[in-house]
């Protein structure tokens, strides 16, 4: 820890991705960061690069080339099974589908992530015990007492999103990361949602990196940026 504490959050330098496939999709990333504590807002069309752009800095893929510092680690220099390990325990992530475990109650798919994240659950523990801790987000966000026990496929759309940030919330991680949650909610209820995810964020003084098209969002985050004034302009070298 210690040291640990002055880095940024996030650090990309000269990240280069392509997807595995014949022409496919590449991401070419000159220079991100992100300090610790800001609520980003990430701007970018549909089909810009703004899901793959997340799915690099949490780890689920793995850069052909570049350096990706996260929390002062190098994400690049780590083996697959310890990526996995740092992203559950560093990142809460908010998908945009949700992935919620259909049949699963809505309390366990909550408390999934403390499985995988020895540090997360020992926040959770002394935050008053793991279910605890699940229900008391719940209810912050806005979800009914009783809901805990339902399946999440018996769940609305707006629950489920709420249910899904709870599960990036429990045991405060670091970084939490959000890929356009907002997106199948009408406005109101996108105002909604965002106090109540803000108010959660302040209180861990998490950082915050949403990505979205909708550029409505954008009073209500402390910096926005565009994707495209992060990409590596060159064009002299594709990657290989
Ligand atoms: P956004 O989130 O901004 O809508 P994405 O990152 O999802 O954009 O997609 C950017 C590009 O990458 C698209 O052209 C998409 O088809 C391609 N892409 C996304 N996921 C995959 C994948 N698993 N395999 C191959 N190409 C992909
Ligand atoms: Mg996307």
Known sequence: MNAEAATDAVRLHGVEYKWRARDAFGLSIGEFEVSRGERL????????????????????????????????????????????????????????????????????????????????????????????????????????????????????????????????LIGSPEIVVADEPTSALDDGRQQDFLDLLFGQIDATKATLIMVSHDRRLAQHFTRVIELNDILATSKSGAPA
């Open 41 to 168: 807002l990430l701007l970018g069309a549909s089909g810009s690069g703004k899901s793959t752009l997340l799915s690099l800095l949490t780890g689920l893929v793995s850069s052909q080339s570049g350096t990706l510092e996260i929390l002062g680690t190098r994400l690049d220099k780590l083996s697959g099974g310890a990526r996995d390990q740092f992203r559950a325990e560093h990142f809460g992530i908010i998908f945009q589908m949700f992935n919620l475990l259909p049949y699963g109650a809505v309390i366990d798919n909550v408390m999934l992530p403390l499985s995988f994240a020895p540090e997360r659950r020992a926040r959770a523990m002394a935050a008053g015990g793991t279910e605890n801790e699940a229900r008391r987000l719940l209810s912050a966000l806005g979800l009914p007492a009783d809901i805990g026990r339902q399946t999440a496929a018996t769940l609305s759309v707006g629950q489920q999103q709420r249910v899904a940030t709870a599960r990036a």
